[in-house]
């Protein structure tokens, strides 16, 4: 079958719509449907169907396809990293994403000195409220807050730390007797939501008018005077906006989960941006 066409299949997979595929390729949506097309008669099975909504989706040939697409595309990047070195030197592009509030707040402070240090490796950071999806390549690395579901042979998940938490107040209003600032029903899943709310509740404290949709929301809310939450430490305690209530944690669980593809794992750019991560998040105390 024509390479050329088969890379047309890759990118409608990991794109999902025509149209999005073919702006990933740099050509129309007519060339993308054209090479489909020739693909198909090539190989004569049909690779896509619609679907009773009407979406194009593809077959269970289709999938099957792609995923030796795949596994070919890896072969190639691996000889192409093998016969230029790349493999072993620390230049070249890494996407990082994960939610805003870890990219705006722990990655984009340190990346200058990691340029300094690296400054062969360009940093590629995508703020995302969604989790972008590793095997269909949105991203090479992604931090994820809490378990992945998601995986695969492809997908190399490592737990590289798990998050401290304690209460705060505005610095300018010290005081423990503040309304909770509570996450957005839609979160309500989110361990530090839960204890929230289960604190609000048993002590019948006053709650916020205001509920914020994600972390970085309610750690804004908290800074302008809102109320008080439970917050991250490792990013409550280097915003002077905020002042820590009580030496006490709560007892909830976040980790904090790296992922990245396994094929890329040993490439010495991906080994040096891995490691700069887990110092990030679970720095070594200073002697």
Known sequence: MNWENLKYLLAFYRAGTLVEAAQRLGVDATTVSRRLAALQDEAGVAFLERSSGGALTLTRAGQKAVQHVEMAETALVKLDEDLTGARFAEEGIVRISSVPVVVNSLLIPRASAFASKHPGIELHLASEGR????????????????????????????????LDHAVYSPAHMRSTDLPWVQYHEDMSFLPQARWVAENGSSAKSELSSVRPYDLEGVIEAVAAGLGKSALPTLI??????????????????????LLQHADQASLARMKTVSHWLEEIFSPKPRI
Request: aromatic share 4%.
């Open 131 to 162: 989790n972008v999806s590793l095997p269909k390549r949105e991203t090479d690395m992604a931090i994820r807050l809490g378990r992945p579901g998601e995986g695969g042979h492809n997908v190399k998940a490592k737990r590289i730390a798990v």
């Open 236 to 257: 409550a305690e280097k915003d002077e906006r905020l002042f820590r209530l009580s030496k006490t944690e709560p007892e909830l669980l976040r980790e904090v989960w």
